[in-house]
T-cell receptor, first 113, second 111 residues
Framework: AQSVTQLDSHVSVSEGTPVLLRCNYS??????LFWYVQHPNKGLQLLLK??????LVKGINGFEAEFKKSETSFHLTKPSAHMSDAAEYFC???????????FGTGTRLKVLA | DAEITQSPRHKITETGRQVTLACHQT?????MFWYRQDLGHGLRLIHY???????NKGEVSDGYSVSRSNTEDLPLTLESAASSQTSVYFC??????????FGDGTRLSIL
């Protein structure tokens, strides 16, 4: 069965410092993986996706993620945090057999001035 | 531009009442999903549909129903609202195994 674990429920960084949000997955198939961001009172917006092409995936707003099969990880990074990055982030794995999506429980990112 | 819209954005109702939340997408996606979002639980799947006349139960489907009479709409009905169903509800659509597109959510309070 597919599963996703986001290792940190809260992360705080200072503005201008790097961001690392950690995600581990479990999948019986070659997975598709996604990162979404959710700002307060808004829906989820796609940041980036991995679908078995390049292992380093670049997304919007300077975010990127690296797929590491040996570590079953898909961590999200950004070199320099901006105040506008403060939000909740979700790691998601899709099941290619059922087209269902498995969500992590989210990581709330706080950016300090 | 294609979009997915939910209505209403906020609703307050009483226990025992029937409530219907609307979801309309113009992406022409076959797959549509309803989730609820609660603190500490992330998003949990309520119902989903792979096309017209197709509906399936998710992990938290008790007390909810959906119908799919066309490609664009998947309304979610709470047959007899309960306080435990107070939540934020999100609708999403996608092509198979592609990223989902989400609506902005409906905040439902049941008193």
């Amino acid at each position: 069965a597919q599963s996703v674990t986001q290792l940190d429920s809260h992360v705080s960084v200072s503005e201008g410092t790097p961001v690392l949000l950690r995600c581990n997955y479990s999948s019986s198939y070659s997975p598709s993986l996604f990162w979404y961001v959710q700002h307060p009172n808004k829906g989820l917006q796609l940041l980036l996706k991995y679908t078995s092409a390049a292992t380093l995936v670049k997304g919007i707003n300077g975010f990127e993620a690296e797929f590491k099969k040996s570590e079953t990880s898909f961590h999200l990074t950004k070199p320099s945090a901006h105040m506008s990055d403060a939000a909740e982030y979700f790691c998601v794995v899709s099941d290619p057999g059922t087209y269902k999506y498995i969500f992590g429980t989210g990581t709330r990112l706080k950016v300090l001035a | 531009d294609a979009e997915i819209t939910q209505s209403p954005r906020h609703k307050i109702t009483e226990t025992g009442r029937q409530v219907t939340l609307a979801c309309h997408q113009t992406w022409n996606h076959n797959n549509m999903f309803w989730y609820r979002q609660d603190l500490g639980h992330g998003l949990r799947l309520i119902h989903y549909s792979y096309g017209v006349q197709d509906t399936n139960k998710g992990e938290v489907s008790d007390g909810y129903s959906v119908s799919r009479s066309n490609t664009e709409d998947l309304p979610l009905t709470l047959e007899s609202a309960a306080s435990s169903q107070t939540s934020v509800y999100f609708c999403a659509s996608s092509d198979s195994n592609q990223p989902q597109h989400f609506g902005d959510g409906t905040r439902l309070s049941i008193l």
